[in-house]
């Protein structure tokens, strides 16, 4: 299994990003995908899950309505579009698939 996340930065308030995570090594189509986070000196947080045939999403009340999370099983790839980012949205972003994560991207969200 191999992750790797991409689409970090640094953004202002109310700016927008899109994370993607390349995977690879399994069935990605059959997989249950998600995106957690960890900010500066705090534990993971959970941000968002996609599940496969329909695509039923997830979100953590913090991220919802400002967060989708999207999957095109053509590139095995996952997506997380990122809009009206606050400060506390700052955190290294992983995506997870079981108990596997990629190496994480940063954000920081700052004037």
């Known amino acids: 299994v191999r992750l790797v996340e991409s689409g970090g930065g640094l953004v202002q308030p109310g700016g927008s990003l899109r994370l993607s995570c390349a995977a690879s090594?399994?069935?990605?189509?059959?997989?249950?995908m998600s995106w957690v986070r960890q900010a500066p000196g705090k534990g993971l947080e959970w941000v968002s899950t996609?599940?496969?045939?329909?695509?039923?999403?997830n979100y953590a009340d913090s991220v919802k309505g400002r967060f989708t999370i999207s999957r095109d099983n053509a590139k095995n790839t996952l997506y997380l579009q990122m809009n009206n980012l606050k400060p506390d949205d700052t955190a290294v972003y992983y995506c997870?698939?079981?108990?596997?994560r990629g190496q994480g991207t940063q954000v920081t969200v700052a004037s």
């Open positions: 997870r698939y079981g108990d596997t």
């Open positions: 090594g399994f069935t990605f189509s059959n997989a249950a």
């Open positions: 996609i599940y496969t045939g329909a695509g039923w999403t």
